[in-house]
């Protein structure tokens, strides 16, 4: 087995699961397929971007789930009861925010949205359909358990992303 081929066999495990249907062969920038700039507003988002929003909006969910457990007498008590109202929080909020808005407030905090890609492109990603409360719903199911968030394709975009013909852009 030559160096070249070596490399290549490590780094198709090393970089994770992918779901390899985007022919991204001809494209010269993730998105390109999609009708999405390069770069800028409507460009897909970084990984690391998204987990900046998720992040923020974890919290935000911490910080206001803190209150439904304000009536537990000890720090540990209240600790030990916040798991799910902050889940409750952060799943409602979630699908509310996306449905109205486009976006959660951590994404708006980072500068991403949720925008539709199942119909032709526009010029302007950000003029595209709203993503609607149903696509909103089973996409903040699919991020609760986790693993369809871990498995990205081509493009960058999650499985949950995926299922629900969407993806996170810059907005500005």
Do not use: C
């Not at 409360?133 to 949950?160: E, K, S, W």
């Amino acid at each position: 087995m030559g160096q070249q081929s070596g490399r290549r066999a490590a780094g198709s495990w090393l970089s994770g699961p992918r779901v390899d249907d985007v022919a991204t062969k001809d494209n010269e920038y993730p998105g390109q397929d999609l009708g999405l700039p390069q770069s800028g507003p409507g460009a897909l988002a970084t990984g690391w971007r998204r987990v900046g929003g998720l992040l923020v909006d974890w919290l935000m969910a911490y910080a206001v789930a803190f209150f439904f457990v304000a009536g537990e007498p000890t720090i540990e008590a209240k600790i030990n009861a916040i798991a799910l109202p902050q889940l409750a929080v952060w799943f409602v909020v979630g699908v509310a925010t996306v449905t109205l808005f486009g976006f959660t407030p951590g994404q708006y905090v980072v500068g991403l949205r949720v925008i539709r890609v199942d119909f032709e492109p526009t010029e302007n990603a950000s003029m595209r359909a709203a993503v609607g409360v149903l696509r909103a719903f089973v996409r903040q199911l699919l991020i609760t358990v986790i693993v369809p968030a871990l498995i990205n394709d081509n493009n960058g975009r999650a499985l949950h992303d995926r299922v629900t013909q969407t993806a996170v852009v810059h907005s500005r």
